[in-house]
């Protein structure tokens, strides 16, 4: 594994992360097409990029992420037409995020599966901003990646010796959980479906009517998978305080109108980042 602090030279680490952001944007290039078509439940891969507003295929030099967006000065060549903002706000979204996380883990399985994970709350974020609906299909695959992460990060041996010598009170299972990753991924998910399952639940008790929708609820339970439980609580924390946040700002906005509906899902997604990033709180039992 490759981190910072090692043998290369700071020039060459500034060229580690040019390319980081590169690779990213050209990942993110492939998202764009994954926000567009999924909610239409058209193919990712066929056809190939074409403009939605004349349908011409769009070449290959005016694919090329972020640069191609500029020097077209957002128009597609052939019909003018206006490329919308989001095309190129992805791109470099993911190219900082790629970047970002081999700054914080270097090359690891870390930064692999955390970039594919963040990578997918890219894509809902937008597609829920725009369509209020989080794709099953991205979702439930998310929740089996983050179990694949869970199993290869995993010491078996350290497992079997914690499980053969565990009492099973409330500080040996917390010992499980710290220090045994797929139980603590199996827990998160359980977890974070449960929260959202049962506020929204509660919700729908209360007010009559649907707070949060089944997409908010298997989105948590892929963070789950991902961040285990302690990315759970962190993630519900700060997603209902910037929620509320944002929420109270719109409803002053509207001057007192609360049917305004809000997507949670880029809450959630952006509360996800910043504990991939920092770690979230410190927990001490």
Not at 17 to 33: A, E, H, R
Not at 76 to 81: F, I, K, L, N
Not at 101 to 107: E, K, P, T, Y
Not at 231 to 236: A, D, E, L, M, Q
Request: charged share 15%; aromatic share 16%; proline share 4%.
């Amino acid at each position: 594994m490759l981190k910072r602090g090692g043998l290369l030279e700071p020039s060459n680490f500034t060229i580690l992360y040019v390319f980081s952001f590169f690779f990213g944007s050209v990942i993110g290039s492939f998202l764009n097409v994954c926000i567009y078509r999924l909610p239409r439940e058209e193919s990712i891969v066929f056809p190939p990029s074409n403009c939605t507003s004349c349908n011409n295929p769009i070449r290959f030099y005016d694919n090329i992420p972020i640069i191609s967006y500029l020097f077209l000065r957002g128009k597609c060549r052939s019909c003018g037409e206006r490329i919308s903002p989001v095309y190129l706000i992805v791109e470099v979204l993911s190219g900082l995020i790629s970047a970002l996380l081999v700054w914080r883990f270097g090359f690891s399985l870390t930064t692999l599966f955390y970039f594919a994970f963040l990578s997918a709350l890219v894509v809902i974020t937008f597609i829920d901003l725009e369509h209020m609906i989080i794709p099953n299909v991205i979702t439930f695959p998310g929740i089996g990646v983050g179990i694949i992460y869970a199993v290869l990060k995993t010491d078996w041996n350290t497992a079997h010796l914690l499980f053969g010598s565990s009492r099973f009170n409330l500080e040996s299972i917390l010992r499980i959980l710290n220090e045994v990753p797929i139980i603590d991924s199996i827990f998160g998910i359980i977890l974070g479906g449960g929260v959202l399952f049962l506020i929204g639940f509660l919700y729908e008790v209360i007010r009559k009517r649907e707070g949060m929708g089944m997409g908010d609820v298997k989105l948590l339970a892929m963070i789950g998978a991902f961040l285990g439980w302690k990315g759970v609580i962190f993630v519900t924390f700060i997603s209902s305080l910037i929620g509320t946040v944002v929420g109270i700002s719109i409803i002053l906005y509207k001057r007192g109108d609360l049917k305004y509906a809000i997507p949670y899902g880029p809450f959630l997604s952006l509360a996800a980042a910043l504990y991939c990033y920092t770690g979230g709180f410190s927990f001490r039992f």
